[in-house]
């Protein structure tokens, strides 16, 4: 009786269904809701006690003035108004930090794609063994944890005993005591490189999952009728790709923006202000220098810019996920 | 080939151009060999690196020699990392904040994935947008704030405070990658069990959680490995009196590498991280035939 009455998709096309099944359609709709909102319940209130109730208070804070004192007394900071925020929207350094991670994210995350979408196009041509041990050295990249993956880096560059010096000198190169972190461009490209490095294998998994659903049959007519590699790419696999691509290049985005766990641990946890970036500072000032206010407000401000960017991308991100 | 020309003379003009093609593309997949092992190579390196050091003693660490083997293959820094370095300790907290918090973010982010995905109520869409829009923050935004709120609440420095945290913050992933999934799904089956009655418990968890299996694998891995990695989150709220006992592994092996500089045990460090990779060669070796199942699928031809 359930099934003759029920819309064929419920969850998609709510339709109203014939008057004369209106009165039980209309309980057990009820009934579903009460169902629904009751296993939706428990993440509810995990994600407004822990995520969103913070982010209130951040914003709350961020036009205070909160320092220690009102830390250990637990008294209402003064009001502050606009203050932290003119702050930091006059400070040339906060600025520079903005520029900074900017250029970094701009730079890692067409770097990490454009290698991921290749890696992963390479992987559906080589034999299913080859494939395999692939995935399996980089499920254990992915695996590691940023701060192992950045403690390695930071031994590898090491100025003394890494092995990146010693390759360099052994082919020739005066490298023997190079400090890697005294010219900041070098010192960003390690940062870059481990960045790269580390979030490859997220993309190229993703992706070469998500090339499973290009038909070979549509590739194969293409290349029967002439098309070349590149004419096939652009054509046909890029446009299947692309809701995928949108999703894992804006999460990179999301995830490379608030850099903070590598240039902490390759500058053993007192970044200089040129290895500074927006998380870096923002927790410097708060916790560092007991300016809490100051932190939430570069917080807020990170979080405007970032959205302000952005909006399009993410909810072309969530759409996706909605209609897939 | 002969046949082919012999029956269809348009044919022999087409032939040794295919043939020239075939060719390309076979020296072309040689280099895409190639290209891939170079790569794993360069992927692999450093892991390997940090596991052939961490058999080495420090002196040897320090000979300037990084290619050679170490004179011994010894557990002496293994047994040091884990009694005096403490982590051991560390490792355990780990493990069982890591697998209280997956559990946890599984089961609830499926049940509202679940409901999300296949009921429409009022307020469905409101929810989703709500859960999901948590993917848009980046982490570390919130910290301050939720450093003070886990204070008022009594959580800071404890492991529930610190599982509660997890959960959320893995939350918005699980159930926009879930919700998607069971969209996916096809709706006859759990038609079929609604008609003959079978309870929302009993549809959930005997039919549409065997049928999203895979995706529940996926971000079950997903969700350990993004656990097992935080640094940041139990920096802010692992600390106090008395924090020191109930560290996790992340801020067990910062701490060696503060204190160690050029003076201690580098050995120690290298020893330390690769205990850190063995929880995802156990998750390799436990979800291996769903993994391999899922990267081959596509692969059949």
């Known amino acids: 009786m359930y099934a003759v009455d029920s819309p064929p998709t419920p969850a998609r096309s709510p339709q109203t269904p014939p008057a004369q099944h209106a009165k039980p359609v209309r309980r057990r709709s009820q009934r579903e809701a009460r169902v629904a909102w009751l296993l939706s319940l428990p993440t509810l209130v995990i994600l407004i006690a822990m995520l969103a109730y913070p982010l209130y208070r951040m914003i709350v804070l961020s036009f205070q003035n909160m320092r220690l004192k009102e830390l250990f007394s637990g008294a209402t900071p003064p009001w502050a108004g606009f203050d932290q925020y003119t702050k930091a ?25 454009l290698a991921g979408l290749g890696i992963a196009l390479l992987m559906r041509r080589v034999h299913s063994k080859v494939r395999i041990f692939m995935m399996v050295a980089m499920m254990f990249v992915w695996a590691l944890p940023q701060l192992v993956a950045a403690q390695s880096f930071r031994w590898l560059t090491d100025s003394d005993f890494g092995v990146l010096n010693y390759v360099l000198t052994k082919l020739g190169l005066d490298y023997a005591t190079h400090s890697w972190f005294v010219n900041p461009w070098e010192g960003w490209t390690v940062i870059t490189v481990l960045v790269v490095w580390a979030g490859i294998p997220f993309l190229a998994i993703s992706l070469s999952a998500g090339l499973t659903q290009v038909p070979k049959e549509l590739l194969e007519a293409a290349t029967v009728d002439g098309a070349t590699p590149w004419q096939a790419l652009r054509n046909i696999t890029l446009p299947i790709l692309k809701p995928l691509l949108t999703i894992v290049t804006t999460l990179s985005v999301i995830w490379n923006f608030g850099l903070f766990t590598q ?10 202000p040129v290895y500074q970036t927006l998380a870096t500072f923002s927790y410097t000032q708060a916790f560092g220098r007991s300016n809490y206010s100051y932190g939430s407000a570069i917080a807020v401000i990170t979080v405007l810019l970032m959205l302000g960017v952005m909006i399009f991308y993410i909810r072309q991100m969530f759409k996706i996920g909605e209609v897939d | 080939m002969s046949n082919l020309t012999a029956t269809a003379p348009s044919e022999t003009v087409v032939t040794p151009k295919a043939e020239k093609t075939h060719r390309e593309l076979r020296a072309f997949n040689g280099l895409a060999h190639l290209a891939l092992i170079f790569w794993a190579l360069v992927t692999a390196g450093p892991l390997l690196w940090v596991v052939l050091a961490s058999f080495k003693s420090n002196t040897e660490i320090f000979l300037g020699e990084p290619f050679a083997l170490p004179s011994t293959f010894s557990l002496e820094t293994y047994l040091s990392a884990w009694d005096q370095a403490h982590i051991g300790q560390y490792f355990l907290n780990s493990v069982l904040v890591v697998v209280i918090s997956t559990a946890g973010t599984m089961l609830f982010g499926s049940m509202a994935a679940y409901v999300l995905a296949r009921y429409s109520f009022f307020g469905n869409r409101f929810l989703y947008y709500l859960f999901v829009s948590g993917l848009a923050f980046p982490t570390f935004m919130a910290l301050g704030p939720l450093f003070h709120i886990l204070k008022n609440m009594g959580l800071l420095n404890s492991y529930l405070g610190l599982i509660l945290v997890y959960i959320a913050y893995s939350l918005p992933f699980t159930v926009f990658f879930l919700a998607a999934f ?18 929302h418990t009993r549809k959930f968890f005997q039919i549409m959680m065997p049928m999203a299996k895979s995706g529940l694998v996926s971000i079950t891995i997903f969700n350990i490995v993004g656990q097992w990695n935080q640094y940041l989150l139990p920096l802010v709220i692992m600390q106090g009196q008395g924090a020191e006992e109930k560290w996790v592994l992340t801020q067990g092996i910062a701490n060696i590498s503060t204190q160690a500089g050029y003076h201690a045990e580098w050995s120690t460090l290298f020893a330390a991280l690769t205990l850190s990779i063995l929880p995802m060669i156990v998750v390799y070796a436990i979800f291996q035939r769903q993994i391999q199942a899922g990267l081959t699928a596509g692969a059949v031809k």
């Open chain 1, 263 to 272: 240039n902490w641990a390759l500058r053993d946890g007192h970044p200089e």
């Open chain 2, 182 to 199: 069971f969209k996916t799904l096809p709706h006859e089956i759990d038609e079929a069990a609604t008609v003959d009655g079978a309870s």
């Open chain 1, 89 to 113: 929207l006059t400070d040339g350094v906060f600025w520079g930090v903005v520029g900074r991670t900017a250029a970094f994210t701009v730079v890692s995350v067409s770097l990490s794609v």
